[in-house]
C-alpha cells in the first residue's frame, strides 16, 4: 500500500516504511505535536460571543371563557 507521509507528502510504502502511513519517525513525532496543537485550539475558550437578537414576546394564551350567555 502506497500513501503520501502527511507531513511532507513524501511517497511512503506501507511493505518498506516502518513508519508507515509517515516517512520516518520524525514525520510522526511531528504529526503528534500537530495533534497536542489541535487539542490546545480546542481547549481555548471562544472569545466570539455573538448575542442572538431574538426578542420573542410570549403572550399568555388566555383560554375563551364561553360562559352561559342567558338572554
Ligand atoms: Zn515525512
Given at each position: ?8 507528502k ?15 519517525a ?5 504529526d ?14 471562544m ?15 388566555h ?9
Amino acid at each position: 500500500m502506497k500513501l503520501k507521509c502527511p507531513i511532507c507528502k513524501q511517497p511512503t510504502d506501507s511493505e518498506t516504511t516502518a513508519e508507515f502511513p509517515f516517512c520516518s519517525a520524525r514525520c510522526r513525532e511531528r504529526d503528534l505535536g500537530n495533534w497536542a496543537m489541535e487539542k490546545y485550539k480546542v481547549a481555548a475558550p471562544m472569545m466570539d460571543e455573538s448575542e442572538p437578537e431574538e426578542t420573542e414576546t410570549n403572550e399568555p394564551a388566555h383560554p375563551e371563557s364561553s360562559g352561559s350567555d342567558d338572554e
